[in-house]
């Protein structure tokens, strides 16, 4: 009979169990993962303040907190393909440190105008790319049967955000312009140290041997990767625009000051961050279908609501609070969904390209809500806009996803 070797040991110790190395290894990419979402949301708590120091319309206040979302979602796609050729271990210490540039650009010199911020929120985008490391770095680690809790706890790091959201404004008070950015900047540095010594790649880990466009071009022939793509779009996406845009929507929508809008948006982001291992795990167990289905239900009701502009106490925060969770756990179902489909050796690059269809799907609303908040002086039509949106994925859902589930891996629950 065969013996597992120590390789297999390392990742699985016995049948139905993984290994207290995978769990390492998925707690360092967590924290990478939180370090450089946290760098990469540096702007976006400022964006109330920048809009008064220098005049910024509605528009331009968009701009500048969407330019790091857009890049740091289309980098992706190139970091997820370099992940699955080179790993996590080179790619995690690589991409903290081409962050620390940016960051001391905007702290030290690249805040004194709108021109030298969209510059360095340009190359903060690089930060954000991290997401497409960490996903296939921890699919490779973890069983199948795992993997939607595993990939879930990693997409908790998204709650850097909430660093900066509950930081920066403060620091910068207290402290001038400089502080967060050094603090960040330093904090990047020893994750990079610290992960070019301890991260390790999985044993076994499949490694492509074809061009990098070719193997992009593979993956954008992949049936999963436009249904996920699609899905990410509205669920990451819903949370990365109003986890960028909320501040600047409480504060003109409802008067409140920078800070309580600031502290408002963390709480949004908390939970939606809580919500996301939720997701994977319940996916786990009942099916990425059903946990889709439900929580795209939630936010078209919560947009709903929300489009009308109700009293935050307490209907407004029970609509953001609900569209929060859902967006949360709907992020981590998502990727429920390219574990079991997604070949082994792609994943890296399918997470690529559904994360920057996240990403976007997070840069276009704050400019559609800028807009039409500078044309109507209302946010009624973005929000019914969303309801709409998702109400189409909901239906997308629940026909062409749950058709290709039911007919490439039947036993994946989808009912």
Known sequence: MLQPSRKQHEVRDTAGSVSGRAWQMLALATAGFAVNFWAWALLSPLGPRFKDSLGLSSFQQSLLVAVPVVVGSLGR??????????????????????????????????????????????????????????????????????????????????????????????????????????????VLAVYAVVAALALRDAPGRTVPTEPLARRLAATLKLRITWQASALYAVAFGGYVAFSVYLPTYLKTGYGLTQADAANRMAGFVLLAVAMRPIGGWLSDRIGPVRVLAGVLAVVVAGAVVQSFTPSLAPAGTIAFLAMAAALGAGSGAVFALVAPLAPANMVGSVTGVVGAAGGLGGFVPPLVMGSLYGAYGSYAVGLAL?????????????????????????AVHVH
């Open 386 to 410: 969303l309801a709409v949106v998702a109400a189409a994925a909901l239906a997308f859902t629940g026909t062409g996803v749950r058709h290709t589930l039911t007919r490439r891996v039947p």
């Open 77 to 186: 796609i190139p970091v997820g393909a370099l992940t699955d050729r080179y790993g996590g271990r080179v790619m995690f210490p690589l991409v903290s440190a081409a962050t620390i540039v940016p960051v001391l650009y905007l702290g030290l010199a690249g805040h004194s105008s709108l021109a030298a911020l969209l510059v360095g929120g340009f190359f903060l985008g690089v930060g954000g790319t991290a997401f497409a490391v960490g996903v296939p770095f921890v699919n490779a680690w973890f069983p199948p049967e795992r993997r939607g809790l595993a990939i879930g706890i990693f997409g908790a790091g998204m709650g850097g955000t909430a660093i900066s959201a509950l930081t920066t404004v403060k620091l910068v008070k207290a402290h001038g312009m400089a502080d967060p950015f050094l603090i960040t900047a330093a």
